[in-house]
């Protein structure tokens, strides 16, 4: 009879102490796959910040540089009017997707160079003195833009 009792008895720990270990073991799976599910979503929405980031200076610079070319040609005033509204949109879309990734990726490098984007792309602006000064600042832009973009890649791992 004591036998039987300590069988029992031995078995029932063996069971709450498999019970133990499987939970364990599915605790911390579960744990990694949320890990690894939040670590690729924060992946997503840094790489669309910077994405969003590099599309939005794109439009700035080329906004830029079609009323500096504008303003150079001499057009009509309120092309030029227009063209200057259109600058102030594009301009002001850059925010968003700027705190976005200043938020979201706090590599100094990566910020750097976001913000040396933004301060070239930004510079066309008093650029349109003559044709040729208004080439180098978007030159010095695109290079700039270039360069964030391949140190975001290098920071996201793409």
């Known amino acids: 009879m004591l036998g039987t009792i300590l069988t029992t008895l031995l078995a029932v ?3 709450l102490a498999g019970s133990v270990v499987t939970g364990r073991y599915q605790r911390r799976s ?3 796959a949320e890990r ?3 670590g690729e979503a924060l992946r997503r ?3 669309a910040a910077v994405t969003e980031l590099a599309a939005a200076i794109s439009d700035h610079r080329t906004a830029m540089w079609v009323r500096g070319d504008a303003t150079l040609k001499g057009d009509a005033p309120d092309r030029l009017a227009d063209l200057r509204s259109r600058s102030h949109q594009t301009r002001s879309a850059i925010t968003r997707p700027l705190v976005t990734l200043r938020v979201l990726i706090t590599d100094p490098a990566v910020r750097q160079a976001a913000d040396a984007m933004v301060t070239a792309t930004h510079a066309l602006r008093g ?3 003559d044709t040729e000064t208004l080439a180098r600042a ?5 290079a ?3 360069h964030f973009v391949d140190l975001a890649a290098a920071y996201l791992g793409a």
């Open 13 to 15: 720990l063996g069971t």
């Open 30 to 32: 579960a744990e990694q």
């Open 36 to 38: 690894a599910t939040r």
């Open 45 to 47: 929405d840094r790489l």
């Open 127 to 129: 650029a349109d003195t």
């Open 138 to 142: 978007r030159e010095e832009a695109l």
């Open 144 to 146: 700039r833009h270039d």
